[in-house]
DNA sequence: CAACTTATTAACTCACTAGTGAATTAATAA
DNA sequence: TTATTAATTCACTAGTGAGTTAATAAGTTG
């Protein structure tokens, strides 16, 4: 019987019983809230699929905005940094030249991998970002808030890579790659059902092989047509 | 005093009336759900921006889901016709030969215009078309619903512009059009303070400037890549 | 104008939601 | 062991949501 006690407890503390459930339930609630919205989803369900009386949400989230914006800011921060860190290595290595795929390359393929090897937790995640994207009320305000230094670093990465186009053609192409992430993020199946099976929604290898060329064409096109505009 | 009471009363008869509140009603819905999206909105919202009695919505709607299919319904078979009709046209004006370019074009600007000329309630739909095709339970079904005729019909030109490429990476590049054009519908405000006000989020013109030749570059380029692979 | 039909509202039901505060149980520390 | 603190549930409250049914108003038709 001489265990513990001492200074340091063993396992299962109350801090990290505290800990487990307050990930519990975000995982919970990120699965219900990608799959039906802020609005499609209540506590209640939340505290169900836990298997929790659903007032214990509140005890550990003050109230349900709390616990989305807790849900999407837990895994917000980790991919936010992890591109801003690749961004940065890439603008050192290129040595002041970059080009579209590479900067393109920094910014997708290192936010796929995530998707890729992350697990179920982090296709969920992926998931809700990509109705948050979408959605006009309070979306934009947070993406803006947690994804605007990546993406202003991809911009001026872009910007030195096309040092001769007109600043709205880097700020469409870059609008025309999220909007093709996120529909990928959101896996809704319907590339599916249109290709017949050929073609599987959580296939994020896929896209990750063909998604950086195609954008990067886009990009060369856009800003080669319109800053030497053709004949017609 | 002697006026009308003869056979065909003046303007708003009953049914017409009916038509004008269905309507309202309608837009209403329309404008709300694009914003808040299906569970985000409650019918009293609605009848209280029509400015009729919550229980009118029930008498002309049999439910919530159905208005919201309704809401839906009404506009995306006009887009879905009109683009079908001029993805034809286009099909007979190549004479069997299609390109890529031709056949976004059909596809893009034509829709684009739509949202360009309509007027508000138009704009609103393409904002909840965003929405929906973002939703992973039941909006893959809807937009399966409506616009596989056409969707279909566009894979068909873009392989025969194609013919050596494979058939996934069509399907992929269709993917990638598309989520692009839903986050453009989707007018979140999000590019507006991105770029310092330089692009605004409506400007759908812009966007048809630039939209057809960046994905059209985007599929040549995963095509020729992928059918003939380059060296590293 | 009387009978009928349609549009609209009022009153109400039933299910459910978020959230509170007290009670209970389990863990920890003195 | 006892007092304290944290985790969890229980019992409620106040409010909202969708939807039903009945009543009323307005319009239409024979």
Redesign the interface.
């Given at each position: 019987m001489s265990v513990e006690k001492k200074s340091r407890p063993r396992s299962s503390t109350k801090a990290e019983q505290r800990a487990e459930m307050i990930e519990k339930i975000l995982d919970a609630a990120e699965y219900l809230f990608?799959?039906?919205?802020?609005?499609?989803v209540t506590l209640k369900d939340v505290a169900k699929y836990v298997g929790v009386h659903h007032t214990l949400i509140n005890y550990y989230f003050e109230d349900k905005k709390k616990l989305f914006d807790a849900v999407f800011e837990r895994r917000a921060v980790i991919t936010s940094e992890r591109r801003l860190r690749v961004l940065k290595e890439y603008e050192l290595e290129c040595g002041g030249k970059p080009t579209v795929e590479g900067a393109l390359r920094a910014f997708l393929d290192t936010d796929l991998d995530l998707y890729i090897e992350g697990g179920d937790g982090w296709k969920n995640y992926a998931?809700l970002g990509?109705?948050v994207?979408?959605?006009?009320?309070w979306?934009?305000d947070m993406?803006?808030k947690h994804f605007?230094p990546v993406?202003?670093r991809l911009?001026n990465l872009l910007k030195a890579a096309l040092p001769d186009s007109a600043?709205?053609?880097i700020?469409?192409?870059?609008?025309?790659?999220?909007?093709?992430?996120?529909?990928?993020l959101?896996?809704?199946?319907?590339?599916d059902?249109?290709?017949g099976g050929?073609?599987k929604s959580g296939d994020f290898i896929?896209?990750k092989e063909?998604?950086a060329?195609?954008?990067?064409?886009?990009?060369?096109?856009?800003c080669k047509?319109?800053s030497a505009p053709k004949v017609s």
């Amino acid at each position: 019987m001489s265990v513990e006690k001492k200074s340091r407890p063993r396992s299962s503390t109350k801090a990290e019983q505290r800990a487990e459930m307050i990930e519990k339930i975000l995982d919970a609630a990120e699965y219900l809230f990608s799959r039906h919205g802020l609005y499609g989803v209540t506590l209640k369900d939340v505290a169900k699929y836990v298997g929790v009386h659903h007032t214990l949400i509140n005890y550990y989230f003050e109230d349900k905005k709390k616990l989305f914006d807790a849900v999407f800011e837990r895994r917000a921060v980790i991919t936010s940094e992890r591109r801003l860190r690749v961004l940065k290595e890439y603008e050192l290595e290129c040595g002041g030249k970059p080009t579209v795929e590479g900067a393109l390359r920094a910014f997708l393929d290192t936010d796929l991998d995530l998707y890729i090897e992350g697990g179920d937790g982090w296709k969920n995640y992926a998931a809700l970002g990509a109705q948050v994207a979408n959605t006009p009320e309070w979306g934009a305000d947070m993406m803006d808030k947690h994804f605007d230094p990546v993406v202003l670093r991809l911009i001026n990465l872009l910007k030195a890579a096309l040092p001769d186009s007109a600043e709205e053609d880097i700020f469409w192409g870059y609008h025309f790659v999220t909007g093709a992430l996120m529909l990928t993020l959101a896996r809704t199946g319907r590339i599916d059902k249109l290709s017949g099976g050929l073609c599987k929604s959580g296939d994020f290898i896929a896209v990750k092989e063909r998604m950086a060329t195609f954008m990067t064409a886009g990009f060369l096109a856009v800003c080669k047509e319109r800053s030497a505009p053709k004949v017609s």
